[in-house]
């Protein structure tokens, strides 16, 4: 399993490079986030070892499961390890309490009212938050994230409300098309939507620096068409094995 995920992390790191190239940049123009949902401490283990440093979950509950248990491993390491944990998937305002010291990015506020709970938990903690805005580019019922058109209103709710919170950029994650040259239109509009909003405000809380888009399927097209954040977890840790009823 170790080499595997090794092996695995070295493949997204070579087509991470060879996007990052025919975009006019370099492998460490783009974050790699690896998507450790549903692995286990001893998988995210061997990811860290290899070289992974952000690791992205879904879920409150699997961030406070394995926190605990990676931060005693990276501090019993031989090696500096300075392990950051992404929130990026759908975030309901109860829970965050949960997360507000762990994370160091949540990739998908998509309201002011989920905004001022993070602004507020903060608070109590005596820091800031760093976030990135989800957009729902394709207008997908299914996925959460705000409507492309209502972006530049959020930023300006949040800049004037939620003062521990500190808008990073800008997440979007597009249909699923078997050619994901089908989807680079969304990609290509979120990424002028980025460089729109990030001209606009020139503030202490909105600093944008992450375009997070693309996954395993479609992250080359995503850095062609300019994210400079990418969240793998098939592509490092492998097809996921789910528990079959006996």
């Known amino acids: 399993m170790k080499d595997s995920i090794s092996e695995n992390l070295d493949s997204v790191m070579q087509r991470i490079a060879a996007a990052a190239e025919r975009s006019g940049r370099s492998a460490s123009d783009v974050r790699l986030v690896a998507v450790s949902k549903t692995r286990t401490p001893d998988e995210i283990k061997s990811a860290i070892e290899a070289g992974a440093l952000d690791l992205g979950e879904n879920k409150v509950q699997e961030i406070t499961s394995k926190y605990d248990i990676l931060r005693v491993f990276t501090e019993n390491s031989t090696k500096n390890r300075n392990i950051k944990w992404h929130m ?4 309901q305002r109860n829970k965050v309490k949960y997360i507000a010291d762990k994370v160091s990015l949540i990739h998908s506020v998509d309201s002011l009212r989920l905004a001022d709970e993070i602004s507020r938990r903060m608070d109590a903690c005596g820091g800031t938050m ?4 989800q957009v729902n580019a394709a207008g997908e019922a299914s996925k959460s994230g705000v409507a492309p058109g209502e972006v530049t209103r959020l930023v300006s709710d949040i800049i004037e409300s939620c003062a521990n919170v500190r808008i990073r950029g800008l997440m979007t994650i597009v249909p699923f098309a078997e050619d994901p040259d089908d989807v680079r239109r969304y990609f290509s509009d979120v990424r002028s939507l980025y460089d729109a909003v990030g001209r606009e405000y020139r503030c202490e809380r909105l600093d944008f620096r992450w375009l997070s888009m693309g996954m395993t399927h479609d992250f080359e097209v995503a850095i062609e068409e300019g994210a400079n954040m990418v969240r793998v977890g098939t592509g490092v840790f492998g ?5 079959r009823d006996a």
Do not use: K, S
């Open 239 to 243: 097809p996921r094995v789910y528990a």
């Open 130 to 133: 760093d976030v990135l805005l």
């Open 88 to 91: 990026i998937g759908h975030l």
